[in-house]
């Protein structure tokens, strides 16, 4: 059985930072793309960005420039370093990942919430 598990979520200010984490658990999986996805208040849930197992990153306009996605395969682990943070990026921030002969995968979530 594989979990994901999403934290660094919290209250921070416009203009402020956060990083969210995304470990993956379970040894010997092998994880293929793994995205990051948000649902802000009243709206569907989006994608923000993805990697590949190696190393490809894609963005959604919103997040290019701002926000940088990043692995760590030996831990199975996924990041999303998000800076100059808007209102508007208030949300549930949810870990996707594709893994070999396991299927699809999504976390918890964990909740971003930035003041103005």
């Known amino acids: 059985q594989v979990e994901l598990l999403e934290s660094g979520g919290g209250l921070v200010q416009a203009g402020g930072s956060l990083r969210l984490t995304c470990a993956a658990s379970?040894?010997?999986?092998?994880?293929?793309?793994m995205i990051w996805y948000r649902q802000c208040p009243g709206k569907q849930r989006e994608q923000v960005a993805g990697?590949?197992?190696?190393?490809?990153?894609r963005y959604e306009g919103f997040a290019k420039g701002r926000f940088a996605i990043s692995r760590d395969n030996a831990k199975n682990t996924m990041y999303l370093q998000m800076n100059s943070l808007k209102p508007e990026d208030t949300g549930v921030y949810y870990c996707?990942?594709?893994?070999?002969?396991?299927?699809?995968?999504w976390g918890q979530g964990t909740q971003v919430t930035v003041s103005s």
């Open positions: 996707y990942a594709s893994i070999r002969d396991l299927g699809q995968y």
């Open positions: 379970g040894s010997g999986v092998l994880i293929h793309d």
């Open positions: 990697i590949t197992s190696g190393g490809h990153t």
